[in-house]
């Protein structure tokens, strides 16, 4: 059995990204922490409990820091609907939130499952920053982090330069890239293209005819319209379910390899860019394994395995 | 009722001078010490914060030690050549009785305020790391503080650790700028007063001649501090007066003339650690401070004397809680 932990501002791909490890086989979701990115932490807090409730779980939910290091937040409601959730106003969850800091629940889980707690991070690094300040001792204990952030062929989407994620908080992701943690970056333009559910994969999905499948596809409307009409993209982009993926499954990954990645934190222009050493010219030693390229139909086969309701 | 602080440190000559002085103050109640790197290590830090508190019978207050580097930058060069490489000017004392507590200053200093609500006073003496990460964690806990008084930034005076930077606000600018904006009252006792209180040799003769521990002990660590005071400015054995004066303007306030000021902290560049006065209101959605800008320096030394040169009770006349 594997332990993972999710750090997450739940809005509506965060949510397909929970539901796949709370399905996922041999894994155990050891706690959820909430950071202030696509939604306030309150927001997405109610969002990530529904979502463990729908999935039939107890995970416990804990809210972490409501606002970046330094920055001011930019919500990003005009992509996931003003309840992050594709404006379908779920019920409230049942359960309270757990009443610890998320970043001290985080740093807990690590120190008592020395080396055995896998850290996915589907939002602004906020939360894993502050930990590792408040308690530098976990970075041996962490086996692995993988990170939904960063654009690596300099492709960005809230600016030219830059990914949502790492432009939020760019100081804490230079914190996080240059802590000696293992990091795998999975960044943004991996779930572009071909990676989006086209119509015939939605159509699949509908076609499954479960709750679980309908959910995937009703917290998404507003992604789906913002990348076909913003982007001209084919379908519905799924950036955390596909970090998530390469977590869960390492056959999901087609090429990565290591380099010195650093994040740009002065200029305004380039703010949160992540920048990749390809070459190696900086003659720094690699901080992070940089994925390039996915096995797409993989990474949908992960996808369709969890939500097959037996 | 005296007024509850926390001094968060990072020890340090003119630390340990200023700390020896709140706990000789009754105006103040040091109810913890918080270690952050900075003038030293953060092992040697803590373990002068320890022994500080110990020298004089206070081993009851706690020390909860800190962040041993800046929250976003790598730890650069701490500041041994101006304090010796155990912060203490080589004097290398043995070590401390106590330990420091099982909880990080940040935590420490979050149940504080939590605990006496609106009552906490932070003196912080060093880099502004613990108090940027407590109030990221918890920026609810930040409106408990009673206020947050920094012996750090420069307005109008040059720099020290850069021709534009103070070196508290240089070692961690992202902390600096996150404490500036952060919510509770903030007063910067920068280097526009702490260079103007200098303490001469004579000065230094006059407190050595109370023979009292807390004098003793500073008359070992001073001398490095006052040659690095000679080989850097050229002050022949007078030294400027940083963290005591912070100190000071918790114990007398009149001394001091304040302006409630826009301060903008950079973050980045040549200019790093610069804490710059927006005068005219240009800049818009700045943070305001309280602005050291003026000092009565003969009567704050007169006052820091005082403090340090009167008989306190031996340790052991004391009953501590354990």
């Not at chain 1, 896998?118 to 300040?133: E, S, W």
């Not at chain 1, 996080?176 to 991996?190: A, C, D, Y």
């Not at chain 2, 650790?161 to 919510?183: L, M, Q």
Request: charged share 20%; proline share 8%.
């Amino acid at each position: 059995m594997r332990r993972l932990w999710i750090d997450t501002d739940t809005a509506s791909d965060d949510a397909v990204a929970i539901l796949m490890a709370l399905r996922w086989p041999e894994v155990y979701v050891e706690g959820i922490s909430i950071v202030a990115g696509n939604v306030p932490v309150g927001l997405g807090s109610r969002n990530a409990r529904y979502t463990v409730e729908l999935c039939g779980a107890e995970t416990p939910v804990y809210e972490g820091a409501s606002r970046p290091l330094l920055r001011e937040p930019v919500w990003a409601y005009f992509f996931h609907g003003t309840d992050g959730m594709g404006e379908m106003n779920y019920p409230p969850p049942r359960r309270e939130p757990a009443s610890k800091h998320g970043v001290l629940a985080m740093v807990e889980a690590f120190r008592q499952f020395p080396g055995e707690v896998t850290l996915v991070t589907l939002g602004p690094l906020t939360n894993l920053a502050l930990a590792l300040r408040l308690a530098p001792d976990i970075v041996p204990l962490i086996p692995h982090v993988y990170i939904m952030g960063g654009a690596a062929a300099t492709l960005g989407n809230i600016t030219p330069a830059a990914e949502y994620n790492i432009w939020i908080d760019p100081e804490a992701a230079k914190t996080v890239f240059h802590s000696g943690l293992p990091i795998t970056m999975v960044g943004w333009e991996l779930c572009r293209g071909e990676a989006n559910l086209n119509d015939e994969d939605m159509a699949a999905l509908r076609a499954l005819r479960n709750p679980l499948a309908d959910f995937v596809l009703d917290c998404n409307p507003q992604a789906l319209r913002a990348n076909r009409e913003w982007l001209h993209d084919p379908g519905l982009p799924l950036p955390d379910p596909v970090a998530m993926a390469v977590a869960l499954d390492p056959e999901v990954v087609k090429r990565a390899s290591r380099h010195y990645v650093t994040v740009e934190i002065a200029s305004d222009l380039t703010r949160g860019m992540t920048v990749v050493d390809e070459r190696g010219v900086l003659n720094q030693p690699p901080n992070v394994r940089v994925v390039w390229a996915i096995h797409v139909p993989r990474w949908k086969e992960d996808l369709f395995k969890v939500l097959q309701v037996a | 009722m005296a007024e509850k602080i926390i001094i968060d440190t990072d020890p340090g000559i003119d630390d340990a001078m200023a700390i020896l002085l709140a706990l000789r103050s009754p105006e103040l109640e040091v109810i913890g010490l918080t270690s952050v790197f900075g003038n030293a290590t953060i092992e040697v830090t803590t373990a002068n914060a320890l022994r500080l508190v110990e020298l004089e019978g206070n081993n009851a207050i706690p020390v909860a030690q800190g962040c041993g580097q800046p929250l976003v930058l790598p730890l650069g060069e701490v500041g041994t050549y101006v304090h010796g490489e155990d912060g203490l000017g080589n004097t290398f004392p043995p070590p401390p009785k106590g330990r420091p507590l099982p909880l990080h200053a940040a935590q420490f200093i979050l149940e504080a305020l939590r605990r006496f609500p609106g009552e906490v006073t932070l003196l912080a003496l060093g880099p502004l790391t613990n108090l940027a990460l407590a109030a990221s964690l918890d920026p609810e806990a930040v409106a408990l503080a009673r206020r947050v008084v920094i012996m750090g930034g420069a307005a109008e005076a040059h720099g020290n650790i850069s021709p534009v930077a103070e070196a508290n606000i240089y070692n961690d600018p992202h902390a600096a700028a996150i404490v500036f904006r952060a919510g509770w009252p903030v007063t910067m006792v920068g280097l526009d007063v702490t260079t103007r209180v200098v303490m001469t040799p004579d000065y230094w003769d006059e407190l050595y001649r109370a023979g009292n521990t807390a004098t003793d002990f500073l008359r070992a660590i001073t001398p490095f501090y006052q040659q690095f005071h000679d080989q850097f400015y050229g002050m022949g054995g007078a030294t400027h007066t940083h963290d005591p004066t912070a100190v000071a303007f918790l114990l007398a306030p009149e001394l001091f003339e304040t302006h409630h000021l826009p301060v903008y902290v950079e973050t980045q560049g040549r200019c790093m650690g610069q804490t710059v006065v927006d005068w005219y209101g240009q800049w818009k959605d700045l943070p305001r401070v309280d602005v050291c800008l003026g000092v009565d320096a003969d009567s704050v030394l007169n006052l820091i004397r005082e403090r340090l040169t009167k008989t306190v009770e031996e340790p052991g006349d004391e009953t501590t809680m354990d």
